[in-house]
C-alpha cells in the first residue's frame, strides 16, 4: 500500500484524482498496474482499478482472477466493484473507504448484493488514514481559490 500511496501521490501530481491499484497474481507477482487517468485520457473507464485489470488480463489471456488479488488505494466505486465481481477477482484489498461513492460497503456492497454470482474477500482500512489524508489534501489544494 505504501507504494500505491506513492503512485497515487505522482498521480495526483499529473491532476489526476490520486487513486492507484495493482493486480496480484497468486504468487503475489504484480500482473497489472493502474493509476487513474480520466482527465488524461478523455476516458470515464479510467479508474485505476479498470486500468490495472485491463493490463492484467492482457498478460495472462485471461479474465478470470479467482487467484488474484487487487490492492487499490481508494474503496473502489459501483463501476469498478461490479467489474471485479464480473472478472471473479479473489480478494480486494483497499486504503481509504469511500462513503459516499464506494461500492464495496461505503454506499453498498456489490460483492455481497444478491445479483453477485461470485464472492470475493474484500480487506478494508488498509493504511487507511493516510489514504484519507492524500485524497482530502489533494481535493483541498484544488478548491482553493486562484491567488
Same mark, same amino acid.
Request: aromatic share 4%; proline share 3%.
Given at each position: 500500500? @505504501? *507504494? ?5 501521490? &505522482? ?5 489526476e ?9 497468486? /504468487? #503475489? ?10 482527465? %488524461?485520457?478523455?476516458?470515464?473507464l479510467? %479508474?485505476? /482499478? ?14 478470470r ?9 481508494? /474503496? ?22 469511500? %462513503?459516499?461513492?464506494?461500492?464495496? #460497503? ?6 455481497? %448484493? *444478491? ?8 480487506? #478494508? #482500512?488498509?493504511? /487507511? &488514514?493516510?489514504?484519507?489524508? @492524500?485524497? &482530502? ?11
Amino acid at each position: 500500500m @505504501q *507504494i500505491l500511496l506513492r503512485r497515487a501521490a &505522482e498521480t495526483g501530481l499529473n491532476g489526476e484524482v490520486p487513486v492507484a491499484a495493482v493486480v496480484l497474481d497468486g /504468487e #503475489g507477482r504484480a500482473i497489472g498496474h493502474g493509476r487513474n487517468r480520466r482527465h %488524461h485520457g478523455r476516458d470515464p473507464l479510467g %479508474h485505476a /482499478e479498470l486500468v490495472a485489470l485491463q493490463q492484467a488480463a492482457r498478460l495472462r489471456g485471461d479474465w478470470r482472477f479467482n487467484h488474484c488479488s487487487l490492492i487499490v488505494t481508494l /474503496e473502489p466505486c459501483p463501476m469498478c466493484a461490479g467489474a471485479l465481481v464480473q472478472a471473479r477477482m479473489g480478494t480486494v484489498v483497499f486504503g481509504a473507504r469511500d %462513503h459516499k461513492r464506494g461500492g464495496l #460497503g461505503g454506499t453498498l456492497d456489490l460483492s455481497k %448484493h *444478491i445479483s453477485a454470482h461470485h464472492r470475493m474477500l474484500v480487506v #478494508g #482500512g488498509v493504511m /487507511e &488514514e493516510q489514504a484519507r489524508l @492524500q485524497l &482530502e489534501n489533494w481535493f483541498r489544494q484544488r478548491r482553493r481559490p486562484s491567488q
